[in-house]
C-alpha cells in the first residue's frame, strides 16, 4: 500500500507497528504473544529502505540505508559503493560502445533442472558450455544488448554499437547472461562511473565482472566513445545512414491530399515569391498517368475504388474521373510494371472479414488485381524468431506502415519520382483545408465516407471524420533510394514474384539503353550503375539536401551486406532505425523553435517518473518490481510499502531464531532479491518498453534554451483523440501513456524555470494543440438523431475532431522530415512496424541554410489553415508574442468549439489540447467533466489492465 505523507505531519512508524500507516499484511500476526501453537516466531528483521535516490537513480545503486545491510551487500557485490544524489549526472550525447569479448566466463549450463531441459529443447554440439550475451545498460535502463554465441566461455562478439542517450543516472553496467530456452541465468556485471565516461570521452578497459559463481574470474572487454550534445557539431545530416545525403533533386511539400486557394495564402512567400500549395492527390494521379516502365506502391492500406482526382463543387464531374483501380490496370495493359506492396493485416480474410479488423481492405484489393497484369502481394509483418509465441505476438501486433509511390518519370531529375508521407491511397483520406464535417459528402466525398466514431455509419447519420495530413514528392538520387527501399522488400516479402531477377533488375528499367545483368545488384550497384547513365545536368548539386530514413528490421528487407556497418542490431537482429536518429538529430540541432505534427505523441518512458514518486518500475537484474503490493514466492507472503520520504520495504522471512549469522543473512538477502515477484498478474504490461528519446530530447533542448537564456517554443499538434472509441480500453490506454510524456515534459520546463529564475509559466514553452471544426448539420440529421448518445450528441452539436495523422516536423523553419512514422516505440523502434521518411532542407551555394524557402512555406502553409489567417508575428514562431498570439486565437476556437448553441463558423481550426498545466508542470484535465466533448472518455487515460503494452506504445 502507498500513502503520501501531508506537509508537516508526524512521520509514519514502520508497518505493523503502533501508529503505523499501514494496515496488517493478510494472515500475518503483529502481536508476537498470539502465535499459533508449533509456530515458529517471527523476527523482527531491519527494513530495507529504498530511497528517493533509489527510486530515481535504479534499485540497484542503493539497496538499503540500514547499516547492518550495507555491511552485507559489498559482501554481495564487491563494487557495491553508496550512492549520494551528486552522483547522478545526466548523460546527453551520442555513444559509441564495442563489446568485444569475453574470457573465462562460469559455464551455468547443465547444473539445474532448467539448464538440463534447456540442452534437451535445443541440441548442441557441446551441451554443457554456457551461451553468453551482454546487455549494456544506464542504471536500470537496458540500451544494448548483443547477440547470443553458443556454447562459449570466452566469447568474441565485436560489436560496435551507434546510440543517442539522455539518460539520468551514475553508472554503465555490463550485464553478461547465460541465454536458456526458459529464461537465462547471470554469469557477472561489472560498471563504469558515468561521471568517467564523460570526463575521459573514450575508454578501452578490460573489466573484471563480478559473479555469483566460485573459483572463476572473469573479464569483459570493452570500448567507449561518449560525445557530449554541448561538443556535437550541428549538422542536419545523419552519419554512417544506410541511406547516405543526396544533393540533387527537388523536394515539393504537401499539406492535406488536396489543397484549395485560401486568402490567408497572399500574406505567405517562399524565396521571395508568392506561396502556392499543391495538391498531393492531384500530383500523383499526374505521375501515374504519365509513367512509361513502373510504377511502385508500398501501403498500410490502398482502396482500388477511390478517385485521386474530384470536384469540390460539381459531384458530376467527380463521378467522371477514373477509380485508381482502372488507372493501374490500364497502365500495366500497356506495358508498365505495376507492383503493389500491402500490408496483410492478420485478421482480414475471407472467413473473418474481407475489409478487416482496422479496415485496410487489403483482401479485397488483392482480389480486384487478380488475374491482372499489376501484381499485388500481401506482406504479413513477419519476425523470425525461435520463440513461437514471441513470433505470433509480432506478426499481429505490428504492420508494415510505409507509404510509397514511386514512378519513371522522364522530365524528372534522375528520370524518378517519389512520393512519400503520411497519407495512403485509401478511404477517408481525401480531404482539403476546409475539412467539412457535412457538405462535402454531397460531392468529393459522396463514395468516401468515413466515419470511426461509434453509431455513426453513413453520411445520413452525422458528420465524417475530417482527414489532415503532410506527404512529399521527392525527385533526383534520393528518388533512387525510395526504389532501392521497395525492391528490399520485395525480396523479401514477395520472393515468389520476384520480377527483379537479374534480367529485370530496376536499373534496367531507368537506363537509356536496354542493359542486361547476369546478377542481383547491390544498392551500391544499384546507384553507380543509374548514376553513370544520367545526363550532366542531373549530376548537378541542388539547392535541396534530402536523405531517407528507415525503420525496418532484416526480417523485412534484403539488406544491402556492404552497408551492415550503416544498420544496428539488437540480440543479433539486424534492422534500421534512422528515422529516429534522424529526430533527435533534428532537435539537438533546433535554435528557436520546433513545429510538429503526429497522430500519435508518447515515449521516453525512462523519464516518466521522478525521484520520490510511486512508481510501476521493474528492476530486471534482481527482479524487484515497485507497485502497491508485492508478494514473495510464497502467495501468503506480503510486503507492505508506506512512503514518507522512504519506500519500506519489510520482507515477511521466517526465521529460527531472532539471532542470525552473517552468512545465514548473505543467503537471505540473495533469496529475497531472487525470489520477490509483482503481485498483479501480466504486470509486465504495465511497464511499457517505450524508451525512444524523441519527447525527452524535446524538453531537454527547452531547458537548454532556458539555461542560456534564449527563447525557444515548441508547438506539438496531436488528434483530439486516436480514432475510434475513445472509451476504448486500447485508446484509453495510449492517452494513459501520452498524458505521462506530456508530464515529464512540462514538470522537467518547470523546473528550468525555477533553476534558473525565470518569470515565466511552462506554457511559454511547450503548447499542445488538436483540430476541431463546427458545421450546421443538416435537417435531416437533426430530425434523426433525438437520442442522448455520444454520436448522436456529436451530431446535433455538428462539431467533430479533425482527425490530425501528420507525420512531420518543422525546425527553425530550415530543416523538415516528413514520413510514415508517428512518434511512438512502434514507429521509432525498428523492429516494430515498418516505416519510411525523407528529412530535407535548402542551402545556398556557399552553404547558407536557407530560413525563407519551401519548409519555411510548409509551415507556414499550415499554420494559416489550421488558424484560418496569418499574421506578421506568426514569422517569428520562438517569440513570446507569438506563444501567446496562437494561444490566444486557439483558446476563442476552443470556446466556440464546446458551445452548445447553433454553430458558428469559425475562422480557424486550432484547438488548445483540453488539459491544464500549472506552474509546477502539473497536468489536470481542461474540461469541467474530465472527458472529451460528447463523450464520457477520460482525458487523461486509464490503464488496461489486460493490454500489452506493446500494442499501445
Keep these: 500500500m502507498v500513502c503520501h505523507r501531508s506537509e508537516g505531519a508526524p512521520p509514519p512508524t514502520k508497518p505493523g507497528e503502533p501508529g503505523s500507516n499501514t494496515t496488517p499484511r493478510p494472515g500475518s500476526n503483529t502481536n508476537p504473544s498470539n502465535t499459533t501453537r508449533g509456530q515458529k516466531k517471527k523476527s523482527h528483521r531491519p527494513m530495507v529502505s529504498l530511497t528517493e535516490e533509489t527510486i530515481g537513480m535504479g534499485l540497484h545503486r542503493r539497496l538499503t540505508e540500514d547499516k547492518q545491510y550495507d555491511e552485507i551487500l559489498p559482501k554481495l557485490d564487491p563494487k557495491y559503493t553508496k550512492v549520494k544524489e551528486k552522483d547522478c549526472v545526466y548523460f546527453r550525447g551520442d555513444l559509441k560502445v564495442t563489446v568485444k569479448g569475453a574470457s573465462n566466463l562460469p559455464n551455468a549450463d547443465g547444473r539445474n533442472i532448467k539448464a538440463k531441459f534447456d540442452n534437451l529443447m535445443r541440441p548442441k554440439k557441446n551441451k554443457d558450455l554456457s551461451d553468453p550475451y551482454v546487455n549494456v545498460c544506464i542504471d536500470d535502463i537496458k540500451i544494448l544488448q548483443t547477440k547470443v554465441i553458443k556454447d562459449e566461455l570466452d566469447p568474441v562478439w565485436n560489436e560496435t554499437f551507434d546510440t543517442e542517450v539522455s539518460h539520468e543516472g551514475t553508472k554503465m553496467f555490463f550485464w553478461v547472461w547465460d541465454d536458456d530456452v526458459i529464461g537465462k541465468e547471470k554469469l557477472g556485471h561489472a560498471s563504469i562511473n558515468l561521471k568517467d565516461i564523460i570526463h575521459k570521452k573514450v575508454i578501452k578497459q578490460k573489466l573484471d565482472l563480478f559473479t555469483p559463481f566460485k573459483n572463476v574470474k572473469p573479464t569483459l572487454d570493452v570500448e567507449i566513445e561518449f560525445e557530449p550534445v554541448s561538443e556535437a557539431v550541428g549538422e542536419f545530416e545523419v552519419t554512417r545512414s544506410y541511406f547516405p545525403l543526396r544533393h540533387s533533386g527537388e523536394v515539393t511539400l504537401y499539406q492535406d491530399a488536396c489543397c484549395l486557394p485560401s486568402p490567408a495564402h497572399q500574406h505567405i512567400s517562399v524565396n521571395g515569391s508568392p506561396f502556392t500549395a499543391r495538391s498531393a492527390w492531384d500530383d500523383i494521379a499526374h505521375s501515374i498517368e504519365k509513367a512509361q516502365k513502373f510504377i511502385y506502391f508500398t501501403g498500410w492500406s490502398m482502396t482500388h475504388d477511390i478517385r485521386l482526382r474530384r470536384d469540390s463543387l460539381d459531384s458530376q464531374k467527380t463521378k467522371s474521373y477514373p477509380i485508381l483501380g482502372e488507372i493501374l490496370k490500364q497502365k500495366a495493359n500497356e506495358g508498365v510494371n505495376v507492383l503493389i506492396l500491402l500490408w496483410d493485416e492478420p485478421f482480414n480474410n475471407e472467413e473473418m472479414t474481407m475489409a478487416g479488423v482496422v479496415g485496410t481492405n487489403d483482401e479485397i484489393t488483392r482480389n480486384y488485381f487478380a488475374n491482372t497484369k499489376v501484381k499485388c502481394v500481401l506482406a504479413a509483418r513477419k519476425k523470425n524468431t525461435r520463440g513461437m509465441l514471441e513470433t505470433l505476438v509480432s506478426n499481429t501486433s505490428f504492420s508494415h506502415h510505409q507509404k510509397i509511390v514511386v514512378c519513371d518519370d522522364a522530365d524528372a531529375s534522375c528520370g524518378t519520382v517519389g512520393y512519400i508521407g503520411g497519407l495512403d491511397l485509401t478511404v477517408g483520406r481525401y480531404d482539403d483545408q476546409i475539412h467539412s464535417l457535412f457538405q462535402s459528402n454531397l460531392n468529393q466525398h459522396q463514395d468516401d465516407f468515413y466515419q470511426t466514431f461509434p453509431g455513426i455509419n453513413n453520411g445520413s447519420q452525422g458528420p465524417r471524420q475530417p482527414w489532415h495530413d503532410v506527404h512529399a514528392r521527392v525527385t533526383g538520387e534520393a528518388a533512387l533510394d525510395i526504389i532501392t527501399n521497395f525492391t528490399e522488400r520485395w525480396r523479401i516479402e514477395a520472393p515468389a514474384e520476384d520480377v527483379f531477377s537479374p534480367l529485370r533488375i530496376v536499373p534496367a528499367m531507368l537506363l537509356s539503353q536496354p542493359t542486361t545483368f547476369h546478377t542481383p545488384l547491390t544498392h551500391s550497384q544499384f546507384m553507380d550503375t543509374c548514376l553513370a547513365d544520367l545526363p550532366a545536368e542531373d549530376k548537378d548539386e541542388s539547392r535541396w539536401k534530402i536523405q531517407l530514413f528507415r525503420s525496418i528490421p532484416i526480417d523485412s528487407a534484403q539488406f544491402d551486406e556492404t552497408k551492415m556497418n550503416c544498420l544496428q542490431s539488437k540480440h543479433g537482429r539486424t534492422y534500421e532505425a534512422s528515422i529516429h536518429r534522424a529526430y533527435v538529430r533534428a532537435v539537438r540541432n533546433s535554435d528557436s523553435f520546433i513545429y510538429i ?310 475562422p480557424g481550426h486550432l484547438l488548445p489540447y483540453p488539459i491544464k498545466i500549472n506552474k509546477h508542470g502539473e497536468i489536470a484535465p481542461g474540461t469541467a467533466s474530465g472527458h472529451f466533448p460528447d463523450t464520457t472518455a477520460p482525458i487523461l487515460g486509464t490503464k488496461s489492465s489486460y493490454l500489452p503494452s506493446r500494442l499501445t506504445v
Aim: net charge negative; proline share 6%; aromatic share 10%.
Design 597 to 906: 505534427e503526429n497522430q500519435y505523441f508518447l515515449g521516453s518512458a525512462h523519464t516518466w517518473y521522478e525521484k520520490g514518486t510511486p512508481i510501476n518500475r521493474l528492476h530486471k537484474d534482481h527482479k524487484i518490481f515497485i507497485d502497491d503490493q508485492f508478494i514473495t514466492s510464497s502467495p501468503k507472503q506480503y510486503h507492505d510499502i508506506s512512503l514518507d520520504e522512504s519506500y519500506y520495504f519489510t520482507p515477511t522471512q521466517e526465521d529460527s531464531s531472532d539471532e542470525e549469522s552473517e552468512s545465514h543473512q548473505l543467503d537471505v538477502m540473495q533469496n529475497y532479491l531472487k525470489d520477490v515477484k509483482f503481485l498483479k498478474p501480466f504486470s509486465w504490461y504495465h511497464t511499457p518498453r517505450c524508451n525512444h528519446l524523441v519527447p525527452v530530447e524535446i524538453a531537454e533542448q527547452i531547458c537548454e534554451q532556458i539555461e542560456k537564456g534564449k527563447r525557444f517554443a515548441v508547438y506539438i499538434l496531436i488528434p483530439l483523440f486516436p480514432e475510434g472509441d475513445p472509451t476504448a480500453p486500447h485508446i484509453q490506454e495510449i492517452l494513459f501513456w501520452q498524458t505521462k510524456t506530456m508530464s515529464m515534459m512540462y514538470r522537467k520546463v518547470a523546473k528550468a524555470i525555477k533553476k534558473y529564475e525565470v518569470e515565466a509559466h511552462p506554457c511559454d514553452y511547450l503548447n499542445f494543440f488538436c483540430l476541431g471544426k463546427r458545421e450546421q448539420p443538416p435537417e435531416s440529421i437533426l430530425k434523426l438523431q433525438t437520442s442522448d448518445t455520444p454520436a448522436a450528441n456529436m451530431s446535433k452539436h455538428g462539431r467533430g475532431m479533425i482527425y490530425v495523422h501528420s507525420k512531420a516536423m518543422v525546425t527553425d523553419d530550415i530543416y523538415a522530415i516528413v514520413g510514415s512514422a508517428n512518434i511512438n516505440q512502434r514507429s521509432m523502434d525498428g523492429r516494430r512496424d515498418t516505416e519510411v521518411a525523407v528529412g530535407c532542407w535548402e542551402a545556398e551555394p556557399d552553404s547558407r541554410l536557407v530560413s525563407d524557402g519551401h519548409v519555411q512555406g510548409l509551415r507556414k502553409g499550415l499554420w494559416s489553415e489550421h488558424l484560418g489567417q496569418y499574421e506578421p508575428v506568426f514569422d517569428n514562431p520562438s517569440s513570446l508574442e507569438c506563444v501567446q498570439r496562437v494561444r490566444e486565437l486557439a483558446a476563442k476556437n476552443w470556446e466556440a468549439y464546446i458551445e452548445n448553441k447553433q454553430p458558428e463558423n469559425t
